[in-house]
């Protein structure tokens, strides 16, 4: 896979990184990691702002799991691993 650097802005700070992911799902996760960041107050300290907006997409992750087993029934839904950024 080829990587590149960009830079993202989180909350009120740029952060530089090296990705594999293409620009249509960067800016997908960009703009997750936009939303939830949005929904803490920007009067927080950034770390703060940063670990809320991550139990905010957690919680989020296991609400859709939770959804996906019982679409599935409780089947196994395979050793699919999640993109890496």
């Not at 997750?32 to 702002?49: C, F, G």
């Not at 089947?75 to 699919?80: H, I, L, P, Y």
């Amino acid at each position: 896979m080829e990587t590149r650097n960009v830079s993202l802005l989180v909350g009120n700070r740029t952060y530089s990184l090296v990705t594999s992911l293409d620009d249509d799902r960067l800016n997908e996760v960009a703009s997750l990691l936009h939303d939830a960041v949005s929904n803490t107050d920007p009067r927080m300290l950034q770390d703060e702002r940063l670990f809320l907006a991550s139990l905010q997409l957690a919680s989020a992750l296991v609400s859709i799991s939770t959804k996906l087993d019982g679409i599935l029934g409780g089947e196994e839904r395979g050793n699919r691993q999640p993109d890496t950024i």
